[in-house]
């Protein structure tokens, strides 16, 4: 059976120390879990500070802080429906935990729980690599892509109350406004993709080794050796490319590593590094070519 951890840091679907473990060596992973320090002031709800378990039978069981120093334990079934009991001591979580192997990954007296999206997510490893592909681009045109339709359907308004030169006039009018407005982030995005288009990143917030990958090498680095983190782009927030921004993290032996806000988003970077500050540095265009 497969038990891993989770600390205050940690995202939703990122754990530590993974390994497979026997029964006697789950107990006393959990007893020896930090629960005192990690409980303070954490919120009750599935991504907490925990010890959760993996039955091969499909099911998870993660054990998490609750109110007056009790414990939540949360079982995701093989339907992927989240059920929950309250225990009371470290006794009684690992007398559950004896019960959910020996029952095959099934605790029947538990209570259905509150309605979760996508539950699985809270229990299942996740692995955290950004790359360019399809989700990237559409979180990159993002603005387009949901300001468009207003003006294509304006413009199929105008067409039917519209005759003649006037409506031709009208869509030419249209095409031509968001082409213009759309010109400058199109062409960033092709800058950013020439610049990333064979990386990626592999980095969470609460593990401080990261990879980061390019078309010539792969290094993993330490959040510990990151002296800065600079994120250079527009400050006009009506800019159509106002999210898009390059990327300079600076090491203490005075290495750069550089990548865009297509590989990463700013505010994704700012969470995945909890105890360094991001620098802005104003670039009205920030394209790759600009920073030196």
């Known amino acids: 059976m497969i038990s891993k951890l989770q600390y205050k840091n940690s995202e939703k679907g990122e754990f530590h120390h993974i390994a497979?473990?026997?029964?006697?060596?789950?107990?006393?992973?959990?007893?020896?879990?930090?629960?005192a320090r990690e409980r303070n002031g954490v919120p009750v709800q599935l991504t907490c500070p925990s010890?959760?378990?993996?039955?091969?039978?499909?099911?998870?069981?993660?054990?998490?802080?609750?109110?007056?120093?009790?414990?939540?334990?949360y079982l995701l079934d093989r339907r992927n429906k989240v059920y929950v009991q309250i225990a009371g001591s470290l006794e009684e979580v690992c007398f559950c935990v004896a019960n959910y192997v020996q029952q095959?990954?099934?605790?029947?007296?538990?209570?259905?729980?509150?309605?979760?999206?996508?539950?699985a997510d809270h229990f299942r490893t996740k692995t955290f690599r950004y790359t360019?592909?399809?989700?990237?681009?559409l979180v990159f045109f993002t603005v387009p892509l949901i300001s468009t339709p207003?003006?294509?359907?304006?413009?199929?308004?105008?067409?039917?109350?519209?005759?003649?030169?006037m409506m031709l006039f009208a869509s030419i009018m249209t095409i031509f406004l968001l082409s213009i407005l759309w010109?400058?982030?199109?062409?960033?995005?092709?800058?950013?993709?020439?610049?990333?288009?064979?990386?990626?990143?592999?980095?969470?917030?609460?593990?401080d080794e990261f990879v980061y990958s390019s078309a010539d090498q792969g290094k993993v680095y330490s959040k510990q050796e990151v002296i800065a983190i600079d994120s250079y782009g527009t400050s006009a927030s009506r800019s159509p490319w106002f999210d898009c921004r390059i990327f300079v993290l600076t090491m203490k032996g005075g290495e750069q590593v550089r990548f865009t806000s297509l590989l990463i988003s700013e505010s994704t970077l700012i969470y995945k590094f909890p105890d360094q500050s991001?620098?802005?540095?104003?670039?009205?265009?920030?394209?790759?070519?600009?920073?030196?």
């Open 20 to 35: 497979e473990r026997n029964l006697e060596d789950t107990q006393a992973l959990i007893k020896s879990y930090p629960w």
């Open 51 to 73: 010890v959760t378990l993996e039955h091969p039978a499909g099911s998870c069981l993660k054990i998490g802080p609750y109110f007056s120093s009790k414990f939540a334990l």
């Open 104 to 119: 095959e990954g099934d605790l029947p007296a538990f209570e259905k729980y509150s309605f979760t999206i996508r539950p």
């Open 132 to 137: 360019t592909d399809t989700r990237a681009k």
């Open 150 to 165: 207003p003006f294509l359907s304006l413009l199929l308004l105008a067409c039917f109350q519209t005759a003649g030169n």
């Open 183 to 207: 010109a400058p982030l199109l062409y960033l995005y092709f800058d950013y993709r020439k610049a990333d288009g064979d990386s990626y990143l592999e980095i969470s917030r609460g593990h």
């Open 278 to 292: 991001v620098r802005f540095r104003k670039k009205y265009f920030p394209t790759t070519g600009s920073i030196t």
